[in-house]
């Protein structure tokens, strides 16, 4: 009878790190949309309204959805130290501090690129960076959901086998 328990008490174990797994692959599709919504308000910001980088960063941080708020919080932390470090040093300080983004290196780079043009050159110059970056960043969020797409049902099928095949072993 114990055996039998924990054989359930595996399989539902294995079963949900599998679930967990397809939340993850979800969770990245909608970060990777959130970003580039959050790009989209800061071209309106800047080009439109010329908003200061200090107040753009207090609105994006409490206009958009965790964990994109987060990035903006940690660089409006940052900006008490502007005037001895460069914005773009600042930037990459808080992406880099922010793994609960669950950014690849790739998207991790191009989001990166952001901190060279805000504030930086003029609101032209501004808006173009913005807006490529946004399109690569659109394209990543297609990609993170053709993957999920693809892998969902297979993580949740292995999560599940796993526990099965190891009860088995067990039993």
């Known amino acids: 009878m114990i055996r039998f328990i924990g054989a359930i008490l595996i399989t539902a174990g294995a079963g949900a790190w599998g679930f967990l797994s ?3 692959l979800r969770r990245r599709a909608n970060i990777l949309h959130a970003l580039s919504g959050a790009i989209e308000i800061m071209k309106s910001e800047v080009y439109d309204r010329l908003t200061p980088m200090p107040e753009l960063m207090r609105l994006l941080m409490e206009d958009t959805p965790y964990p994109v708020s987060a990035l903006f919080r940690r660089v ?4 008490e130290t502007l005037g001895r470090k460069p914005f773009s040093s600042l930037w990459s300080a808080a992406i880099a501090e922010s793994p609960e983004l669950l950014l690849k290196e790739e998207e991790r780079r191009a989001i ?3 901190g060279y043009f805000l504030g930086r050159y003029d609101a032209g110059e501004q808006k173009s960076a913005l807006v490529r970056v946004q399109r690569r960043m659109e394209e990543y969020a297609r990609r993170a959901e053709a993957e999920r797409d693809k892998k ?5 099928f292995l999560g599940v086998a796993a526990g099965v095949f190891v009860s088995v072993l067990l039993l």
Not at 76 to 79: G, N, P, V
Not at 152 to 156: C, D, G, L, P, S
């Open 152 to 156: 969902a049902r297979v993580h949740a």
């Open 22 to 24: 397809v939340l993850r």
């Open 76 to 79: 409006h932390e940052k900006m």
């Open 112 to 114: 990166s690129e952001l």
